[in-house]
Structure formats: structure tokens, C-alpha cells
């Protein structure tokens, strides 16, 4: 049985900043004139007030010095923040004017916070500006959480191979985590910053409102997909705008840490890593894919239908969900694409969601490697990973997590065809949420459609698979093995 | 490049027995009076033309021993032997009364020879004796095929962590291996024939006619699914018939090498095999979820909902595909399932398909495996499987099998449903025709439906899936390796 303090003290400083970043989509509102500001302050109170309590009961006795934690409590914090962090980021969506159920807002601020971007709420653009922003705050705060995660906390726990990353970077001997820690997280902080200022210049340059473009960057860098319109990016119908959409989702699915040797002057860090070169060839080969079967299929031409295949791709394979058109007309073949797209996500240490493209290559590799053991049976073989050696207790490692991305691929989908939906909107609507992509596919969480008609089971089971997905699925997982619970 | 020769003269001689035995159904033609003989003698004649032909080119020299075959060959000749028997065993289907075309004629060949048991036959109440029983015969051939195969050579080739039954039956000096391979095969001979009689005499005395005995018999122990009726066991209705089909596809999915100790007085070890437990648990499991579903759901109540799960189950779950009710008809629920299943299959060295009992097992244990390294990082654990130890490097192996199994399922079925076929239809022939189940899922490859619909390129393309997921994949994709053909 883990302790209990050190969590309760961690989450409960989290929890008071959650309540007081309420307070900015609470005088946007003020300002605005309109009365929701009151449901910001109300939920404000009542997480400070939690977070509070918390961290009260979490501190130490004062005899005692301050711990650091160990494995069992590092994965249970993991999921627990989530947890917590998303049921109290919920609580505006139901005291604001939009008045979601309590199902609905917390899979409206789970799905904001692990950078989904599926939404329940339909009328975004009369929607008051606060919860436009509140949306937007917490996918950006999200994908600062999961970059940060990413690199510090999964390659310590081991999870599905994610110990290729772990480098000095984040040695095990608990005195070194803390202190790289926080340096990895300034580090991060900075170039996470400075790419949402360029992107919402960008975006206001590129002729959306200063309010727009700021929601619109929250939702871009953090591979989000949240918009201030129903229409998302259709709602401009612009190019240009189109354009640097593309470019900053792109920016935001690559490994961030990877950008401090780029600013530095070394590029090559930045563009001759594995997985980047694999993901640029993999988002190229879609979108080259899907603009050939526009055009071929008559249903665009020529600059039209690259714009079209370009955006969607990045899109959906960076896992933002934004649209600038609706492919969910494009016929079963797009559809096909676009799940296969949703599954496989972006690069490991951004904030894309998905399967990620390193595991892909690690079983590339695998299959390569046993080729050569079965052409050479009396060879010896190491596979390589970006110029490293990579052992088969890695690749076991990611096959562990591909039966499980796959088991709770089709465990979801199945519930959901159970629980009433045909089975391209169940199957599409759980690769989004296990990849985080947003939008399924078919007329009721496709692009032009909209979560808000699925029933609060349905609602919950895309919720969990959210969260396990965010979560790489074993850190969650684990939790419910007996062992894990036992001293 | 490897030597041609010896290929050469096994194939010969495997054409000149297919030839030879196209005399059986010629003979039964002639017997029942139509002129479908003539057909069958022309097939006879030119295949075994062929056959001779091929073994004087593939003689060596006089003054020459005769050799053993290297790994190339070994590789090169498994999938050629499989598509020439396919090609030459599709002849007669060309020259007697059905008059299949010559991509549907394949198509049937290399459904009956793996084992498959999809058709595009409509009509088969009233196809004369010979062709039936050629389906027949070709199934049963196949599936002892698949047996000597999966025990004999895929283990060298090491085949998707096939190496675990690479045990000293299976050695790789080549001294060794032609008597253990006779010996094996004459044990597996022995059981497989024991198993046919069993099941022919009990069809029988459940009401079948003799003819339809043999030939049913024929289809249910190679778990191949080929019929003398469209409407499959529904054509006789009869609960008992349906008990003794679901006893015989299901021991037709068992390891048939362990039915050797069973019979002579050792039943736990086929009972107490790992893979033989989780095989019953699942297929136990599927049909609860199955009886349960179709209660609930108002389709079928009490012992019919358990009479039509099972059997279903069964069916789909060894890759039989016989049918006892229009289970197409249970909605998207059971069509997620029976996807499901489809894809999973039976045991390794059985007559079989899918991914494999084992490899899910081995799946299982990779992340259990996981589990613990991830709980206590400083310990070192080792998984077993049947009582062995179950190294990384098989693991690893099962996942390059895993990673190729899932881009073949997605591949093939997005190219299908690019070839104007529906999603629901084309992953569900897909997994079907991969898992050498037989029926898809949706109206056109349903249970109740035919394959005799579907245009000429949907065929090729399910004809070659057919023979991938017979042929283990990487026995395949190896020859198309420019190393393969490299000194």
C-alpha cells in the first residue's frame, strides 16, 4: 500500500493553480458582460478550496523532512493528477451557461486535457468567450503536462518501450530526478512558449481576431483541435491560414526536446532524428495517398484537393482534429485511411496522442531482424534504433503495449457497438479517443458531427479511453493489478 | 539464386498425384451419369502431364547423389508447391459443368487447398457428385498439408516464433530431417485418418447420407467449411448432427501431434497443454457472450441460443465456416465478434488458421512480463510458456509476425473497400480469407451470402490473402526480398 501523503500534498498545489487559472476566463466573461463569470469564480472557490485541504493533509510532520517518491507512488500520481485535474476542470462546464451534464463536463475537460479535442458542446460560435478559453486553457496546460510527462515520468516507469528515451536525462537515482526535472521542464517551458507565440502571431497575422488566434494557438502547438466554431478551421476558409495551421500542428507532433539543439544551431538533431524522418515520410505518403484519390475520384482538383489532403492528414496524424473541410463525405476508403491515421499518431515527447511512430519503427526493425535470423539462422543480429543498440527486452516491451493498445482498441469498440452504435462510428470514435485525434468518422463524431448526442455510457467508456490512451495505457492499467496494492 | 532443380521434382511429383486423384471424382460423374468426367480426365491428363514433365527436368544428373534441400528451398518450395496445386487443382472447376472463370476457379482452388472454405459456387443442391466431392477432397488434402507443414517446416524456417515447437522432431541438420519428417507424417497420417473415419461414420449415423457423410467429413477435420448445400448444416437442422459437427471442427482445431500420447494412454498431455486450455477457455467464453447477447437480445432463447452460439463459435473460431443459423442477422454486436474471432483462430499444428492460440498467449505473457519489470525494475524475470522458458528473441519474433498479420488485415482491406466494397464487407473478408475462416461478415460474403458477387479484382486480392495467412505470412514475404535472390 503506497503512501498516501506525498500525492495528496502534489495534487493539492496542482489543484490550486487549476483554481486559480479559473479566474481568467472569469473576467474575460466579466468583461464581455455576460454572468458566467460567476460559475468561473464558483468553481474557482471550490478547487482552491480542495486544493487547499489537500495540501494540508499531505504535509509532512514537521519533525520530518520532505520525501521524494517511489515507483508505486510515481504511477499512481500519474493517473491520479489526471483524475483529479479533469473532474475539477469540469466543474465551470456544468455552473457556466452551457449547463453540460456531469458526464458530458467531465468528458469535455478530459478530453481538453489529454488534447483530444472531441466536444460535446454544440453552438461554439455563440458560445460565451470564457469557456471558449477555458477549453483552450486546458488543452494548452495539457500538452505542456504530457511533453513534460513524456520525458520525465513514462521512461522511468518503463512504460511500452519508452525506456529508449530514458537517457541521462532521467537517471533513476531519485536524487538526480528532481533537479533535471525541473531543468528539462524550464527547458520545455521555453520552447513551448515561444512556439505558441509564434503561432498565435501567425494566426492573427493571417487575418483571425487576437481572441481567435490565441484559442486557436492553445488548441494548435497542444495538438488539441478545440475551436471558437462549430466549423472549425471552415469557419475562415482560408489558405493562408490553412497553411500555418499545418505547419504549427506539424511543430507541435515532434519530440519538443529535439527544438533546444535545433535553436542552438544544430538542426541536424532536430531533422535527422529516426523518428522525425519516418514521420515526415509517413505524413507526406498520406496526404500524397489521399490527394490522387480526390482528384481521381473527382471530388476535388488540383490545389484544392492537396490543401484539403494536407490539412486533414496533418490533422488527424499530429492528432489536433481541426477541419478545414469535411472528409467525412469522402467515402469508405478516406475513412479506412483516416482510422488507420487516428491509431498511429505522432512523434513520442510532443503532444500527440496515438500508437506513436518510434513503436512503429521499433517493429519494423523487428520484422527486419527476423528476416535476417531466418535467411541466416546461424547469424547473430542486433537491431539499431537511431544509431543504438536496440535489444529484444525493448521490443518485447512495445509488443506488450501493442496487444494492449489493440485489446482496448477492440474492448472499446465493442462496448460501444453494444451500447447502441453502428460500428463505424463505435470503431472510429475508439481509435480517436485511444489516439486522442478528436473527430471519429460517420455522420455522429465524424468531423460535421458532434459528441453531444451519445448516450452518458457511451459518453463514459470514450472517457476512459481518453485517459488510457493519454496515459499510455500501463500506467493506468497497472493500477488494477492485486500486486501492485501489496506491500 | 537457388538451384531449381529439386523443386523441379517434388513438384512434379506432387502434380502427378493431384492428377491421379482427379480419377476418384471423374469417377463418381461417371457413375451418376452426367458428363462432368470428361472434365475431370482432360484436369487429370494435363496435370499430370505436367507433373511428369517437371520431374524429368527436375532429375539430377546420373551420376549424381540426389540432395537434401537448403533453407531457400525449403522457402521457395513451400509457397510454390501451394500455388501450383492451387493452380493445377482449379482445372477441373474451369472444364466441368460449373464453368468458373479462371480467377474464380483459383479462387476456389486455393480456398478448398487452404483450407479456406469460401465459395463462389451458387447452386451447390444441385452440382453433380464430382465437383462436390473434388471441394471435398481438396480441403482434406489441404488440411493434412497444413499439419505435416506446421510441424515439420515452419518450425525450421522459424516462422513467427514457430521455433517454440522446434523441438528434436524437428532438427536442423539435414541428415535428420527426412526420416523424423516421414515418420512424423506417418503418425500425423495415422491420427488424421482415425479422426476422418470417426467423424464419417458418426455423420452418418446422424442422418446424414453417406455421400454427404464423406464429404461434410471431409471439410470439418481439415476445419476447411466446404458443403453440398448452400444453406451449410442448416439444410438439415438436426441438433444431434450440429453436436457432432461442433465435437469434430473442435478437435480438427486441436495440435494433432498430442492425440498421439492421448491414444496411447497419456490424455494429459493434449488436456493439460497450455494452449489446448486457453483454446477451450476462449472458445467457452465466446460462446457464453454469444448465447447471452442473443437471449437478451430477444433472437434466440434458452438451448437454441446456446445450440447456435456454439456452433457458431466453433465454426468461426477453428476457421471451419460451416453455419447452423444466418448469424449475419444478429446485428453489429455479433459482427464485431465474429471479426474477432476470426482474426484469433485455432492451435499451431492443427489444420487451423488465424493469428494463432499460442501467439496470443505468448502476447499475454510479454505483458505480464512487463508488468513485473516495470513493478520491480531491479529484478530479472524470465516467462515461460509450457513449462519452458520463453525468450525475448520469441517474443520479439511473435511481434514481427503480429506487426505483419495487422498491416496484411489492413492493407487488404482498405484495398477492398478501394475496390467498391463496403467497410463492414471488406474487413470482415479480409479477416475471414486471413484467418482462412471462409465467410465474411455483411450481406455479400455473410454467412448467408456467396462470393460469387464480388468482381474479379476483389477476388484476386482475397485469393491472395488465402494464401498469406496459410502460408504464415513470412514464408511468402520473404521471396519478394531482393536478398532472398542474392548469393
Redesign the interface.
Known amino acids: 500500500m503506497p503512501e498516501f501523503r506525498p500525492l495528496s500534498l502534489v495534487i493539492g498545489y496542482m489543484l490550486i493553480v487549476l483554481g486559480a487559472s479559473m479566474t481568467i476566463p472569469a473576467l474575460f466573461d466579466f468583461a464581455d458582460g455576460n454572468r458566467d463569470w460567476q460559475g468561473f469564480l464558483l468553481s474557482s472557490a471550490l478547487t482552491v478550496f480542495t486544493g487547499f485541504a489537500l495540501v494540508l493533509a499531505g504535509r509532512p510532520p514537521i519533525d520530518q523532512a520532505p520525501q521524494g517518491l517511489n ?2 507512488q510515481a504511477f499512481l500520481l500519474t493517473s491520479l493528477s489526471w483524475v483529479m485535474i479533469s473532474v475539477f476542470a469540469a466543474l465551470p462546464f456544468i455552473f457556466v451557461s452551457v449547463r453540460l451534464t456531469v458526464p458530458d463536463a467531465i468528458f469535455e475537460a478530459v478530453s481538453g486535457f489529454s488534447t483530444t479535442g472531441s466536444t460535446v458542446i454544440v453552438g461554439l460560435d455563440l458560445t460565451p468567450p470564457g469557456t471558449l478559453l477555458w477549453r483552450g486553457l486546458l488543452q494548452w496546460a495539457g500538452g505542456m503536462g504530457i511533453v513534460v510527462m513524456a520525458i520525465t515520468v513514462l521512461p522511468l ?4 518501450g519508452m525506456q529508449l528515451f530514458h537517457t541521462e536525462s532521467s537517471d ?1 537515482s531519485e536524487e538526480k530526478i528532481l533537479p533535471r526535472l525541473t531543468q528539462i521542464s524550464r527547458a520545455i517551458g521555453l520552447i513551448y512558449l515561444g512556439l505558441s507565440l509564434a503561432c498565435a502571431l501567425t494566426f492573427w497575422a493571417c487575418g483571425m481576431s487576437a481572441f481567435d488566434a490565441i484559442v486557436h494557438m492553445m488548441a494548435t502547438v497542444s495538438t488539441g483541435g478545440f475551436s471558437t466554431s462549430d466549423k472549425s478551421f471552415m469557419n475562415w476558409d482560408s489558405p493562408v491560414l490553412d497553411m500555418a495551421a499545418i505547419l504549427f500542428m506539424f511543430l507541435g507532433a515532434l519530440p519538443l526536446m529535439l527544438f533546444w539543439p535545433a535553436i542552438r544551431g544544430k538542426p541536424s538533431n532536430l531533422f535527422g532524428n529516426t523518428q522525425v524522418m519516418a514521420y515526415f515520410t509517413i505524413t507526406a505518403a498520406f496526404t500524397a495517398a489521399l490527394t490522387v484519390f480526390q482528384w481521381y475520384g473527382g471530388i476535388h482538383e488540383g490545389w484544392q484537393a492537396l490543401r484539403y489532403a494536407a490539412f486533414s492528414t496533418v490533422s488527424i496524424i499530429t492528432s489536433t482534429g481541426f477541419m478545414n473541410v469535411d472528409y467525412g463525405l469522402w467515402g ?2 478516406a ?3 483516416f482510422v ?1 491515421m487516428m491509431l498511429i499518431g505522432g512523434c513520442s515527447g510532443s503532444t500527440a496522442g496515438g500508437f506513436k511512430i518510434f513503436r512503429l519503427q521499433i ?2 526493425r ?2 527486419e ?3 535476417r ?3 541466416y ?1 546461424n547469424g547473430i543480429f542486433t537491431a539499431r534504433y537511431n544509431e543504438r543498440p536496440l ?3 525493448t ?10 493498445y ?1 485489446l482496448t482498441f ?1 474492448a472499446s ?2 462496448t460501444l ?2 451500447l447502441g ?4 462510428t ?2 472510429s470514435a475508439a481509435a480517436s479517443t485511444i489516439g486522442n485525434a478528436g473527430p471519429g468518422m460517420g455522420p455522429i463524431v465524424g468531423p460535421a458531427g458532434n459528441f453531444s448526442t451519445l448516450s452518458a455510457p457511451q459518453i463514459w467508456v470514450l472517457t476512459l479511453t481518453m485517459l488510457l490512451g493519454r496515459l499510455e495505457l ?1 500506467t493506468v ?2 493500477l488494477f ?1 492485486p ?2 496494492w501489496r506491500h
Chains 1, 2 share one sequence.
Open positions: 515507483l508505486r516507469l518503463q512504460v511500452g533513476r469508405p476508403f475513412t479506412s485511411i488507420v517493429l519494423y523487428a520484422v531482424n527476423q528476416i535470423r531466418i535467411m539462422p535489444h529484444d527486452a521490443i518485447s516491451s512495445v509488443t506488450g503495449f501493442l496487444f494492449l489493440l477492440a469498440g465493442i457497438v453494444a452504435l453502428d460500428m463505424t463505435a470503431f500501463l492499467y497497472v493489478l500486486r501492485f
